[in-house]
């Protein structure tokens, strides 16, 4: 079937290419690490009048409070940006949810902050793939469809989060309370390829820090008075890794803690990840870590405090998902776009959004690379291309009954 005719044809070249890439430019030239309140800001405030193109409501949401354990085993708030939410005929009766973040893993005082032509099509910069320029390509999908008639009859949120790169933790409820009820949703991540692959069947994530409270005495005079802190995170890391199984990976990553050699240490904080592959495993994992914290208490004589979780529960493929895969790829087709995917172990924003039961394909942003790294590059010629494919797709939900 012929997808790409008359009004749709006419929508898809009215995509400005030059426009998309002058948005990416000045957008990855504004630092906006998780971290830098100032620069989340600032690219909040672009992006509101950038997508003040667009018909809607434009809202600042404030984060959900979160909280993270610090190096001495204390709870301390943690701060986040606002979020950016527009809504479009929230009153329609087939509705849509389109989501990109706005913060990157660069933080304020990392080297990694100028633009560079590596070529004439491809771009050197922070934040350039990972995911400025899919904010570009969700800007300018809408604005072409915007023009159809088919499109004034269903409505859709876009949001644009600030805290993506740690885990979506205060935009989580945000994420699922806009997700809920959509028809259909797309993610802006770039291309798990620089050929455009798409990412498939995802696994989940969790990160824990387990808090460890023991007893201090002289390591010298009387050490059999102390209850060593280290000692016992020390054997949670050993068995924890030993849970890891063929549908879980258990990464024991870091522990804090211990004080002078003479001294029997009564603090650490353990930290690890967890990535499983299926929603089982993950609450088998959760069974087998009580019982082991219940063990190591008892047998070392020291109280473990648990802090954190699954934060991204695992996205697998069902057959409505699998339908919007084939909608992409048969709208690429059309375009002269050649679109295949494979599963990956990463996570994001789709794994959340899929947990509300709407289908997602959440690698629909620009081609580029080595992301969370200085060498980040972007694809210049993809921004139009990948627009172009969204609006496709966007338009053909919105006309047929595909899922």
Not at 36 to 53: H, K, P, T
Not at 143 to 166: K, M, P, S
Not at 386 to 402: C, D
Request: hydrophobic share 40%; with cysteine; glycine share 10%.
């Amino acid at each position: 079937m012929t997808r790409l005719t008359g009004t749709l044809k006419d929508a898809i070249e009215t995509i400005d290419g030059a426009q998309m890439l002058s948005h990416v430019e000045r957008w990855a030239q504004i630092n906006s690490g998780t971290s830098n309140g100032e620069g989340l800001a600032r690219m909040a405030q672009e992006l509101s009048d950038a997508f003040s193109a667009l018909p809607g409501d434009i809202t600042l949401e404030e984060p959900a409070p979160v909280t993270a354990v610090d190096a001495a085993g204390k709870e301390t708030a943690v701060e986040n940006g606002k979020h950016f939410l527009l809504r479009v005929r929230p009153e329609a009766g087939r509705r849509f949810i389109l989501t990109g973040h706005m913060d990157t893993v660069f933080p304020a005082d990392h080297p990694f902050q100028q633009l560079t032509w590596l070529d004439e099509e491809t771009l050197n910069g922070p934040g350039t793939a990972d995911m400025k320029g899919g904010l570009a390509i969700i800007l300018a999908s809408l604005r072409a469809l915007e023009g159809t008639e088919a499109w004034q009859q269903v409505g859709y949120d876009v949001l644009i989060n600030a805290d993506e790169e740690t885990g979506s933790l205060s935009s989580a409820p945000l994420i699922e309370r806009t997700a809920q009820g959509k028809y259909a949703a797309l993610t802006f991540e770039p291309a798990a390829t620089p050929e455009g692959r798409l990412a498939h069947a995802r696994g989940g994530s969790g990160n824990y820090s387990l808090t460890v409270t023991g007893k201090s005495a002289h390591a010298g005079r009387n050490p059999q008075d102390g209850r060593n802190a280290i000692v016992a995170a020390s054997t949670l890391a050993v068995r924890l890794k030993d849970l890891q199984r063929d549908d879980i990976s258990v990464n024991p990553a870091k522990i804090d803690g211990g004080a002078a050699n003479n001294v029997v240490p009564d603090q650490a904080v353990l930290r690890f990840n967890i990535r499983p592959k299926e929603p089982a495993a993950a609450e088998r994992f959760e069974a087998e870590m009580n019982a082991l914290i219940a063990e190591v208490k008892q047998a070392q004589e020291v109280d473990i405090a648990v802090h954190g979780g699954i934060s991204r529960p695992p996205k697998p493929v069902d057959r409505q998902a699998q339908k919007l895969f084939d909608l992409v790829r048969d709208c690429g087709a059309e375009l002269g776009q050649e679109i295949d995917w494979q599963p990956t172990g990463g996570v994001c924003d789709g794994n959340n959004i899929a947990a509300t039961g709407v289908p997602v394909v959440d690698t629909m942003g620009v081609r580029g690379g080595k992301i969370h790294s200085p060498d980040e590059f972007m694809i210049a010629p993809s921004l139009k291309e990948r627009a172009a494919l969204a609006a496709m797709v966007l338009h053909q939900l919105a006309t047929e009954n595909v899922l």
